[in-house]
C-alpha cells in the first residue's frame, strides 16, 4: 500500500523530469526520435543524440529499479509512470538489436512491467499508442 513517502517518491521524480537537459533528452526520445532499425539506433552513437539516449533510457531504468527493490510502492509506481511505459513500447521492437551493444538496456523496466498484471495491460495501452502513432506518421510521410 502506497504512503507519503512514496507521494514523495513520485512527486521528487516528477520534478526530475523537468530538469532541462532531461526535458531535451525526453523530447527527443519521445518526438524526435522514431528508429525502424538497428541502423537508425547506430547513427545515434555520439554528440547530443546519443546523450539524450544514455540520459532518457537510464532515468526510467533508474526509476524502475526504485519500484523493484521497494523503495517506492510498486503499484503507485506503474500507475505514474506512463512515459516509462511509451518509451518501452517504443524501442521493444528494436531490443534484441539494441542488447547487441547495450546488453541492459530497458532490463529493470521490463522486468517490473512483466511482473505484474498491471504492467502488463498498461504495456499493451501503450503498444497500441505507439502503433497508431508510427502509421499516422507513416501516412503523413505519404501525403
Do not use: C
Amino acid at each position: 500500500m502506497a504512503n507519503h513517502h512514496d507521494a514523495e517518491l513520485v512527486l521528487k521524480l516528477y520534478d526530475l523530469r523537468r530538469e532541462a537537459e532531461l526535458r531535451k533528452a525526453r523530447t527527443f526520445l519521445g518526438f524526435e526520435f522514431w528508429p525502424n532499425s538497428a541502423e537508425d539506433l547506430a547513427k545515434i552513437s555520439t554528440g547530443d543524440a546519443n546523450r539524450y539516449w544514455r540520459q532518457g533510457t537510464s532515468f526510467w531504468e533508474m526509476a524502475a529499479n526504485l519500484a523493484l527493490h521497494g523503495t517506492i510502492d510498486e503499484a503507485l509506481f506503474l500507475d505514474t509512470a506512463g512515459e516509462m511505459f511509451f518509451f518501452y513500447a517504443k524501442f521493444k521492437p528494436l531490443l534484441a538489436d539494441i542488447r547487441k551493444t547495450q546488453p541492459e538496456a530497458f532490463k529493470a523496466i521490463e522486468t517490473l512491467i512483466n511482473r505484474s498484471q498491471q504492467g502488463k495491460d498498461k504495456l499493451a495501452y501503450f503498444e497500441q499508442r505507439v502503433a497508431g502513432a508510427r502509421s499516422r506518421m507513416q501516412q503523413a510521410a505519404k501525403a
